[in-house]
């Protein structure tokens, strides 16, 4: 946990008008604790599966669990979680020995059985292929409203981009599961402990009335279960009393929607809220102004980066994505708005990549004189670039997003912002779609986990239709496929050579960074992600 000093009093002379922090977990034994966040879900779901965002990340582990988990109280390394162990049969098999005693949220056991029926066809595949890797499936980011049995027609495309090339997972015995691909892949691990690998209750899951209504109250292993969830308002969680990692340490978890960082500091101050989270620099002061609370957080493993749409026809030109790179001064933006809370990247990878990090790279330099030149060169006439924004969905979004766009002026660019209300209006087709915000999370140790997710066959990007480059695709096969460890890391390196440079697919911008206000005597640690940890071992007694 980052405890972050105090800069000064600017908030004092309105901090006395504020009533006293209720800090509902000192009341009692087993406290209740209510967290105000910016968003709670970007779909009208709890599942993984339509549920890939930030925002789910954050909230996911407490009602749903992997069975390789990582650990939030140090340095997200693997640790056993679901499974006790686990091993590596050949290159394409791994084999888990499942924890015993583990219960669902409706008291059944978990089993092989359910294990199997989280990553088969009825829950995640349908009737997609393993043999798939190098194949396009559309996806929509639509809302799903339909109350069916059937899978949504995002799910079998999420799926595969997140195990392009399972076969199966065998039932070995009632304890003991194998995890077998069609392909060889290094990263099998990392795969069964990223969002979207969550173990659910196949008995529950076939019981419920609707795909939707599984999707909005999931059955998992969780400290917590949920009690209710309303769409863009309110996610109310309660303990699990069977939790196998012991006795959660609060009766009722609550996750409310408040888009106003501004309402959210005020609401934290007031006592209103236990938690706020997403805060910026700036908010600091008014909340250590309060003695009794302090900021906890800091760099997580999440990259903020700015899409492209290169079929776009004022972006079709890749010296005109070239311009738009160098541009952008990555550094001033971290400087000013972050007030040195976080750093710029070594382009779109992080350093828990051990091997595969690429520790000599950058992203393009800052030369604004270069943007012209390249501008030139294309034959840019100043033709409009819209600019799809939401409004901070991310930390000092619309903030980053003013200055880029008077950086990109000065360059001769004409970039136009256009507020938009969700995702889909971000990704909606119709029309001029440009640029817009994104972020690269590193879900596991490998750079398969960001490249090939978001730029390659089945990546994010080429599903909703901005991207795609031949070779990246096929760079994409390496990563995923050969087991040569040097190999890997050439073919890593001339994939960011490609999307960061010659055919960019996106611009780094900052390295994110988490900042939650709450109080001192709270002894909570912030995890270096997105996700909250609210079991045992991290609310000590």
Same mark, same amino acid.
Not at 161 to 179: A, C, H, K, M, N
């Given at each position: 946990?980052?405890?972050?000093?105090?800069?000064?009093?600017?908030?004092?002379?309105? %901090?006395?008008?504020?009533?006293?922090?209720?800090?509902?977990?000192?009341?009692?034994?087993?406290?209740?604790? #209510?967290?105000?966040?910016?968003?709670?879900?970007?779909?009208?779901?709890?599942?993984?599966? #339509?549920?890939?965002? *930030?925002?789910?990340?954050?909230?996911?582990?407490?009602?749903?669990?992997?069975?390789?988990?990582?650990?939030?109280?140090?340095?997200?390394?693997?640790?056993?979680?679901?499974?006790?162990?686990?091993?590596?049969?050949?290159?394409? +098999?791994?084999?888990?020995?499942?924890?015993?005693? &583990?219960?669902?949220? *409706?008291?059944?056991?978990? $089993?092989? %059985?359910?294990?199997?029926?989280?990553?088969?066809?009825?829950?995640?595949?349908?009737?997609?292929?393993?043999?798939?890797?190098?194949?396009?499936?559309?996806? =929509?980011?639509?809302?799903?409203?339909?109350?069916?049995?059937?899978?949504?027609?995002? !799910?079998?495309?999420? =799926?595969?981009?997140?195990?392009?090339?399972?076969?199966?997972?065998?039932?070995?015995?009632?304890?003991? !599961?194998?995890?077998?691909? @069609?392909?060889?892949?290094?990263?099998?691990?990392?795969?069964?402990?990223?969002?979207?690998?969550?173990?659910?209750?196949?008995?529950?899951?076939?019981?419920?009335?609707?795909?939707?209504?599984?999707?909005?109250?999931?059955?998992?292993?969780?400290?917590?279960?949920?009690?209710?969830? +309303?769409?863009?308002?309110?996610?109310?969680?309660?303990?699990?009393?069977?939790?196998?990692?012991?006795?959660?340490?609060?009766?009722?978890?609550?996750? !409310?929607?408040?888009?106003?960082?501004?309402?959210?500091?005020?609401?934290?101050?007031?006592?209103?809220?236990?938690?706020?989270?997403?805060?910026?620099?700036?908010?600091?002061? #008014?909340?250590?102004?309060?003695?009794?609370?302090?900021?906890?957080?800091?760099?997580?493993?999440?990259?903020?980066?700015?899409?492209?749409?290169?079929?776009?026809?004022?972006?079709?030109?890749?010296?005109?994505?070239?311009?738009?790179?160098?541009?952008?001064?990555?550094?001033?933006? &971290?400087?000013?708005?972050?007030?040195?809370? $976080? !750093? &710029?990247?070594?382009?779109?990878?992080?350093?828990?990549?051990?091997?595969?990090?690429?520790?000599?790279?950058? @992203?393009?330099?800052?030369?604004?004189?270069?943007?012209?030149?390249?501008?030139?060169?294309?034959?840019?006439?100043?033709?409009?670039?819209?600019?799809?924004?939401?409004?901070?969905?991310?930390?000092?979004?619309?903030?980053?997003?003013?200055?880029?766009?008077?950086?990109?002026?000065?360059?001769?660019?004409?970039?136009?912002?256009?507020?938009?209300? *969700?995702?889909?209006?971000?990704?909606?087709?119709?029309?001029?779609?440009?640029?817009?915000?994104?972020?690269?999370?590193?879900?596991?140790?490998?750079?398969?986990?960001?490249?090939?997710?978001?730029?390659?066959?089945?990546?994010?990007?080429?599903?909703?239709?901005?991207?795609?480059?031949?070779?990246?695709?096929?760079?994409?096969?390496?990563?995923?496929?050969? $087991?040569?460890?040097?190999?890997?890391?050439?073919?890593?390196?001339?994939?960011?050579?490609?999307?960061?440079?010659?055919?960019?697919?996106?611009?780094?911008?900052?390295?994110?960074?988490?900042? #939650? %206000?709450?109080?001192? =005597?709270?002894?909570?640690?912030?995890?270096?992600?997105?996700?909250?940890?609210?079991?045992?071992?991290?609310?000590?007694?």
């Amino acid at each position: 946990m980052l405890l972050l000093p105090r800069r000064g009093f600017l908030a004092m002379s309105g %901090a006395a008008a504020l009533a006293a922090p209720r800090l509902s977990f000192a009341q009692s034994a087993r406290p209740s604790l #209510t967290v105000a966040v910016q968003k709670i879900a970007t779909s009208n779901t709890l599942d993984p599966l #339509t549920e890939q965002s *930030n925002v789910g990340t954050r909230i996911m582990n407490s009602y749903l669990e992997c069975l390789i988990g990582q650990n939030y109280q140090d340095k997200l390394q693997p640790v056993p979680r679901l499974a006790t162990g686990w091993r590596r049969i050949d290159d394409r +098999t791994v084999e888990l020995e499942l924890r015993r005693g &583990v219960k669902f949220h *409706n008291g059944d056991e978990m $089993t092989a %059985a359910d294990v199997a029926f989280s990553f088969s066809a009825a829950r995640m595949f349908g009737d997609t292929t393993p043999e798939g890797w190098d194949r396009t499936i559309a996806v =929509s980011e639509e809302r799903i409203t339909q109350r069916s049995k059937e899978l949504p027609p995002q !799910v079998p495309a999420v =799926s595969r981009r997140l195990w392009p090339s399972l076969l199966q997972v065998e039932i070995v015995g009632d304890y003991t !599961v194998r995890f077998v691909n @069609a392909t060889p892949d290094v990263t099998m691990e990392g795969r069964i402990m990223a969002l979207g690998s969550q173990i659910i209750s196949r008995r529950a899951f076939e019981e419920a009335p609707s795909w939707l209504d599984f999707a909005r109250s999931p059955v998992g292993t969780g400290p917590y279960k949920v009690a209710s969830f +309303t769409p863009d308002t309110e996610l109310v969680l309660v303990a699990h009393e069977e939790y196998f990692g012991g006795r959660p340490p609060l009766e009722e978890l609550r996750f !409310v929607q408040v888009p106003e960082a501004s309402q959210r500091v005020n609401g934290v101050r007031a006592g209103q809220y236990d938690m706020a989270c997403d805060l910026t620099p700036d908010q600091f002061d #008014t909340v250590t102004a309060d003695p009794r609370l302090e900021i906890a957080g800091g760099i997580i493993n999440n990259i903020r980066v700015t899409n492209f749409d290169k079929h776009d026809t004022a972006l079709a030109d890749p010296r005109v994505r070239q311009a738009m790179l160098h541009a952008v001064d990555r550094q001033l933006i &971290v400087d000013q708005l972050w007030m040195g809370q $976080t !750093v &710029v990247p070594k382009g779109d990878q992080f350093e828990w990549y051990g091997d595969m990090y690429l520790s000599d790279w950058a @992203a393009p330099a800052y030369d604004p004189q270069k943007s012209k030149e390249l501008l030139a060169a294309a034959g840019y006439k100043g033709e409009p670039i819209p600019y799809r924004l939401l409004n901070d969905y991310y930390t000092l979004q619309v903030n980053t997003a003013q200055v880029m766009v008077e950086m990109w002026n000065q360059a001769g660019l004409n970039v136009e912002i256009e507020m938009k209300e *969700n995702w889909a209006q971000i990704w909606d087709p119709e029309g001029t779609r440009g640029i817009h915000d994104w972020s690269s999370g590193g879900s596991f140790p490998d750079p398969v986990a960001t490249q090939p997710n978001q730029w390659g066959p089945q990546g994010q990007a080429v599903q909703t239709g901005e991207y795609g480059n031949d070779e990246v695709n096929r760079l994409c096969g390496v990563l995923q496929t050969s $087991t040569d460890r040097a190999a890997r890391r050439q073919a890593f390196r001339r994939m960011l050579e490609i999307v960061e440079y010659e055919d960019p697919a996106y611009g780094v911008i900052n390295q994110n960074a988490t900042f #939650t %206000a709450k109080a001192k =005597s709270l002894a909570w640690k912030a995890a270096p992600s997105f996700a909250m940890d609210f079991r045992p071992a991290n609310w000590p007694a």
